[in-house]
């Protein structure tokens, strides 16, 4: 065992957990792995909870006094992930009220069916926050072009937000622009800058895995030599962004009242191919106020063999931008690979809530003491 977890976080590095079920928080596994693994957020996804609930793990009871009440699905559906999450905030609120609110954070998505309707996810943003009723909520929301002004009036509203399935360099600067002008609301109405909270959710190995296979349908020397750069390359040029944006003119007017700057979060962290090292997106994106979202074994790899070395971002960027340019030589549309990736992460996501939806509605159904 290496201490890599502790040095991570003293780079600046927050390590959040990408899962959550009940049988994590029940058993003392997640108090655990925030004593002894330095996790100091978790972050969900309607993925993580189809796996969760549909494992049935420590769910039967309160699925049964759902059925004995006849809700909906959706509601029954709500009330058990919002149960989950309000648990978990409160197992993580120490490290919140010691971090003075910027980790100890649990983010739950507004409902991926409303990726592309602002008002419904604004709505929706607005409901989680009141279900779950914890300070140390981040409440998510896609990175799609719906969900922009969605994310700038839930921030004017002094909602802290998670914003995810973001790609591309340009929509993430895009992001930014709606945290900074949905700050500027809540300023402007008079609330507490500084109980506002953000991070911008940068997806990294699903990017290695659409330009790798692409790479590998051309089959020359030239391309395999760009394997496994895209990634890297994407989420270092999006750390000079966040750079760049916050620590502009804009952004000062908005320090000197206490705002907070939205951090950089890696997600999508857990490494696809085999050929790479199983740390790769935690090793060499290391840097300052930023947060690295991990499924458990990307954790645990990390702690046993991970190599934290320090800063492996600065100094990054032009090498970066030179890897894209020789992506795109060989004819690989970096706009269309993000474009496709935006899509399919939001159609993954809506295919999990829905696979949710049915098998919770079976349950429900059995469980349904009027049919027994």
Known sequence: MTDALKRLSEEGVAIWLDDLS???ITSGNLAELIDQQHVVGVTTNPTIFQKAISSGDGYEQQLADLAARKVTVDEAVRMITTADVRDAADILH??????????GRVSIEVDP????????????????AWLVDRPNTL???PATKAGLPAITEVIGHGISVNVTLIFSLERY?????AYITGLEKAKARGLDLSKIHSVASFFVSRVDTEIDKRIDALGTPEAEALRGKAALANARLAYQAYEEVFGSDRWLALDKAHANKQRPLWASTGVKDKAYKDTLYVDELVAPNTVNTMPEATLLATEDRGEITGNTIAGTYEQARTDLAAIERLGISYDDVVQLLEDEGVEKFESSWNDLLKSTEAVLERLDPSKG
């Open 22 to 24: 009940r049988k994590r």
């Open 94 to 103: 120490p490290v919140f009220d010691a971090t003075d609110g910027q980790d």
């Open 113 to 128: 069916r409303l990726a592309h309707n602002t008002r419904a996810t604004i709505a929706e943003a607005k409901q989680l």
């Open 139 to 141: 409440i998510k929301i």
């Open 173 to 177: 600067r895009e992001v930014m622009d």
